[in-house]
């Protein structure tokens, strides 16, 4: 069965950096989430979207964006980063209204940021 | 006090016996109650949900939801060293945002 896409898997930036982080759901799933996890936590979520329509934001600091496109991917833009940005950054997807709102995790994207 | 309160462990329990592994929630509102496995650098990956009172069984879990006192329970049967992750317990009130505990890591000794 079809899983969700991230890219790339790993990326190392630097301070002040720009980083864009990609997702694709799970074919036919119209709901994305975006989690940052880092080392020894438990994954905090960042936003989510729904149908394209941003529907739920939580601890996404303000130099995050993110958007969900026509073809439900979804983008994570992440700019001046910082050291303490350095994580993984997990993106999940389900089947919204009509689905169980079961959540299913992308592999992940390592960011290092030095 | 956070949402999905779980006991960090380690858990420690020897091959073949049961793992027991608790979960308490503080948002009444909460529907949907989910477990996942994570191995260290992996992803979260979804084991089990539960969105009404009782048990439900998938193999060797079962798990148990308590909506009156607000607990969730993972029992694995038969535990393999295969099984020795982190364990997160997570609540939702729908189409909103998954809420994790902390997880709890358990041991599977051989």
């Known amino acids: 069965a079809a899983g969700v896409i991230q890219s790339p898997r790993h990326l190392i930036k630097e301070k002040r950096e720009t980083a864009t982080l990609k997702c694709y759901p799970i074919p036919r799933h119209d709901t994305v989430y975006w989690y940052q996890q880092g080392p020894g936590q438990d994954p905090q979520f960042l936003i989510s979207f729904y149908e394209k329509m941003q529907s739920d934001k939580g601890s996404i600091p303000d130099r995050f964006s993110a958007q969900q496109f026509s073809d439900y991917h979804s983008e994570l833009n992440m700019s001046s980063l910082e050291l303490g940005d350095s994580a993984l950054y997990f993106c999940?997807?389900?089947?919204?209204?009509?689905?169980?709102?079961?959540?299913?995790f992308g592999p992940g994207t390592r960011l290092t940021v030095t | 006090q956070k949402e999905v309160e779980q006991n960090s462990g380690p858990l420690s329990v020897p091959e073949g016996a049961i793992a027991s592994l608790n979960c308490t929630y503080s948002d009444r509102v909460s529907q949907s109650f989910f477990w996942y496995r994570q191995y260290s650098g992996k992803s979260p990956e979804l084991i089990m949900s539960?969105?009404?009172?009782g048990d439900k069984e998938d193999g060797r879990f079962t798990a148990q939801l308590n909506k009156a006192s607000q607990y969730v329970s993972l029992l694995i049967r038969d535990s393999q060293p295969s099984d020795s992750a982190t364990y997160l317990c997570?609540?939702?009130?729908?189409?909103?945002?998954?809420?994790f505990g902390t997880g709890t890591k358990l041991q599977v000794i051989p």
């Open positions: 997570a609540s939702s009130g729908g189409y909103q945002k998954v809420t």
């Open positions: 539960i969105y009404s009172n």
């Open positions: 999940a997807s389900s089947l919204g209204l009509e689905g169980t709102y079961e959540q299913y």
